[in-house]
């Protein structure tokens, strides 16, 4: 008896499993940009332009192909971004950098060559940066965005503003995370054992 050989993967397309581009970074690299820019060009001038007797089929038709468009620019000259249910959106450069530090000062404790005191800094350091891009996140998140001063002060919210802020109120109220207690007939609270030797 054989195994049968598994069937190999179909490839994956540049669509598949991302989740999002890293923008910002694309913004600050000229050569990058013009590059974008130039892919973007040469797609647009293959396209017709819609008239004024468009109809709304033709209007869906290119906004899908806005929506095609785009993502082919972006799978050339943006690096992709894979979130996962394991991704954390607060773990940031700054972040890596304290672990790194207090990674290695945690080697060094261990070995002796380091004193505590050193080392205690170290992983205050590291669990401030957490807090920190914890709670710059989570400000971002009521703001409606992960960029910082997305919403103008002032100004009243939108109703996806509005909603995001119903959302972040269910996320501040305790979870349940026990089991519910057993009631008696009148409503008191029994134990586990007082039932299982009544039945």
Excluded at 57 to 64: F, G, M, S, T
Excluded at 108 to 122: F, K, S
Aim: aromatic share 8%; charged share 25%.
């Amino acid at each position: 008896m054989r195994w049968a050989p598994l069937a190999p993967k179909p490839p994956r397309t540049p669509r598949e499993g991302v989740t999002g581009w890293r923008i910002k970074e694309l913004q600050e690299d000229e050569e990058a940009m013009k590059a974008a820019a130039e892919t973007w060009r040469a797609l647009s001038q293959a396209q017709a332009p819609l008239g004024d007797t468009c109809t709304r089929e033709d209007i869906a038709q290119e906004a899908e192909w806005i929506s095609e468009a785009l993502t082919e620019v972006l799978n050339q000259h943006a690096k992709p971004i894979w979130v996962t249910p394991f991704s954390k959106r607060w773990w940031t450069d700054p972040v890596r950098e304290a672990r790194r530090q207090y990674a290695g000062a945690r080697r060094l404790w261990q070995q002796g060559c380091i004193e505590d005191e050193h080392h205690r800094t170290a992983r205050q350091t590291y669990y401030k940066a957490i807090r920190q891009a914890k709670r710059e996140c989570w400000e971002a998140f009521l703001q409606g965005s992960q960029e910082p001063g997305h919403h103008p002060p002032g100004t009243p919210p939108t109703p996806d503003e509005a909603t995001r802020c119903w959302l972040a109120l269910n996320y501040t109220k305790p979870q349940d995370q026990g089991e519910p207690k057993l009631q008696g007939s009148y409503g008191d609270c029994i134990g586990l054992s007082t039932v299982v030797l009544e039945h």
